[in-house]
């Protein structure tokens, strides 16, 4: 499975922006896509997920009720809209799927087995 994350840009505080994540490959075998993020000096970290099948999400507590993530299977895309955007939500967003991933573990970067390349968020205050 190949993933390409876009829509990464510059927006000022308050904005917001929506990323996309298209599968290509065995997409249909995908159990969960998912964001992480990464910003300069810190590790990277859960941001949301989405089960392919059914579309039970989970988002990290730092995203809760700004961030929606969703999906179309037809597109087997994935996105990311986020609002209420904050400096501190600077980073590389970076999606990623795995098709055998243990739900409990859907926050863990090292149990998904694909990724995206990244895209750049920066958010000005």
């Known amino acids: 499975v190949q993933l390409q994350a876009f829509g990464g840009g510059l927006v000022q505080a308050g904005g917001s922006l929506r990323l996309s994540c298209a599968a290509s490959?065995?997409?249909?075998?995908?159990?969960?896509m998912g964001w992480f993020r990464q910003a300069p000096g810190k590790e990277r970290e859960f941001v949301a997920v989405?089960?392919?099948?059914?579309?039970?999400?989970d988002y990290s507590d730092s995203v809760k009720g700004r961030f929606t993530v969703s999906k179309d299977n037809a597109k087997n895309t994935a996105y990311l809209q986020m609002n209420s955007l904050k400096p501190e939500d600077t980073a590389i967003y970076y999606c990623a799927a795995d098709a055998g991933i243990i739900w409990g573990n859907r926050a863990q970067a090292g149990r998904y087995a694909n990724w995206g390349q990244g895209t750049q968020v920066t958010v000005s205050s």
């Open positions: 490959g065995r997409a249909s075998s995908l159990y969960v």
């Open positions: 989405i089960q392919r099948r059914g579309g039970t999400a």
